[in-house]
């Protein structure tokens, strides 16, 4: 059992950067497969990028400007957001997974209750 707490989210002009963070409770969380997914109003729940080991994958619409990582001895997943457009608007969620299947949500079988990230034009 794994529990997701998300944190970091806000108000931001476009250009602007946010750092998201994910803590986790639970044990072997280095084991997992941790993911970030958005979702804006209106809009299903779309993947953002995934990190398990030293392999990261991301969405194409943030490749260059978002950056994923984890502290194992933390717990803890993070997400960097550089440059950050209105079209990113949406409740970030953070995610774990045992299995090997990276970009569709329902393989997920944890999720933190998400955190809302707001770009203004």
């Known amino acids: 059992q794994v529990q997701l707490v998300e944190s970091g989210g806000g108000f931001v002009q476009a250009g602007g950067s946010l750092r998201l963070s994910c803590a986790a409770s639970g044990r072997s969380f280095s084991t997992y497969r941790m993911g970030w997914f958005r979702q804006a109003p209106g809009k299903e729940r779309e993947f953002v990028a995934s990190t398990k080991w030293s392999i990261v994958d991301y969405v194409d619409s943030v490749k260059g400007r978002f950056t994923i990582s984890r502290d194992n001895a933390k717990n803890t997943l993070y997400l960097q957001m550089n440059n950050l457009k209105p079209e990113d608007t949406a409740v970030y969620y953070c995610?774990?997974?045992?299995?090997?299947?990276?970009?569709?949500?329902?393989?997920?079988?944890?999720w933190g209750q998400g955190t809302q990230v707001t770009v203004s034009s």
């Open positions: 995610a774990a997974t045992m299995g090997n299947v990276n970009r569709a949500a329902r393989f997920y079988d944890y």
